[in-house]
């Protein structure tokens, strides 16, 4: 049997169902588990407290279940389950809205997994050995609980896995094949690419925030930095923007805005796009805008990098500050998850400061409901941002 012994003391962490479970709280390993494989989690008493995945690192194991139930595919169909059964209840499921997260790791209760749903199609990410080993059952057990609403799985795990474990995983489809990559998201259709594009090919998690951008647009001429597929940009659009412009250092990511714009605005004027670095755009721009947005990517993917992070978005929030018209809406964020909302803050309060604007903070942001947070693993809050009002 493979099992995992916890030194005397170390099991506290797993009474209040925290689902890691780190190097340093265990006595010794029993049936030499090799990474990703299932392992029973005793305290030092020899009593069961867990199930999980093991793995190589400082977490070495990632909780299924306080249980001592069997992981199969049964497991996995009634997790999902419950899962779809949160999204309809949050009433991110409708006529109107066909994107979503399904599983969001351990908000879901399914660590190292992450599944987006792009209309009849699922795109499934793992970031653990355990789920990916595991993916052909997943696989199985989202097309029973999804049924006939689910058309196609795409498995995208190439830069999300651990690179020491050397899996050689490549992406590809395990259901399906359909290339339709259109979606909607309340009411706006959009390209998703989920074969090249980053994350799952779309930002799902700031739906919530593009609906808010979509009110204080009106009348104003709108920044869009770190564009990407310029989500924010077609927001604003339908929110009645004079003009909007999307900046993003990819071609790519500039081509998909425009052919996103098109699907829902075809031949607008209002509308430009730049495929240039952020800083070298907002230090010789021009145009007086009055609705900046400033949502770039994660500035600090690890502890160690926290510091150069905070100098990152302080430099960039004081350009924003430099440069918005008197009476103008910022937009900031971090999806850091090393960077929390205290600090965050700080680094926003610094570049205001330095930038001698007085401003009041108006709606502070996260992630979405399809996003949760479970209440035993705090660290699973990454999203931040602030609506701020600059005088």
Sequence with gaps: MKSIILKRGKDESLKRFHPWIFSGAIHHVNGKPEEGDIVTVFTSENEYIATGHYQIGSIMVRVLSFENETIDQHFYERKLTIAKDVRHSIGVINSNNNTYRLVHGEGDNLPGLVIDIYGNTAVMQAHSVGMHR???????????????????????????????????????????????????????????DWLKGQKTGFFVDQRDNRSLLERYAKGRKVLNMFCYTGGFSFYAMRGDAQLVHSVDSSQKAIDLTNANVALNFPD???????????????????????????DPPAFAKHKDALHNALKGYTRLNKKAFEKI?????????????????????????????????????????????????????????????LVLYVE
């Design 134 to 192: 595991e993916r052909q059952i997943i696989a199985q057990a989202l097309k029973a609980v999804m049924s006939d609403d689910l058309q196609n799985i795409y498995y995208k795990s190439e830069t999300t896995l651990p690179f020491k474990a050397d899996l050689g995983q490549e992406n590809g489809f395990l259901l399906g094949g359909d290339t339709n990559d259109v979606a909607m998201e309340n009411g706006l259709k959009f390209h998703v």
């Design 325 to 385: 018209k008197p009476g103008g809406i910022l937009f900031t964020f971090s999806c850091s998850q090393a960077v929390n909302k205290d600090q965050f803050r700080m680094a926003v309060f610094t570049a205001a400061a330095s930038a001698r604007r007085k401003v009041r903070i108006l709606h502070q942001l996260h992630q979405p409901a399809d996003h949760p947070i479970n209440i035993y693993h705090p660290e699973g809050e990454y999203l931040k941002g």
């Design 268 to 294: 607008d004027p209002r509308h430009e796009a730049f495929a240039e670095d952020a800083f070298k755009f907002m230090e010789k721009m021009e145009t007086p805008y009055d609705l900046i947005i400033l």
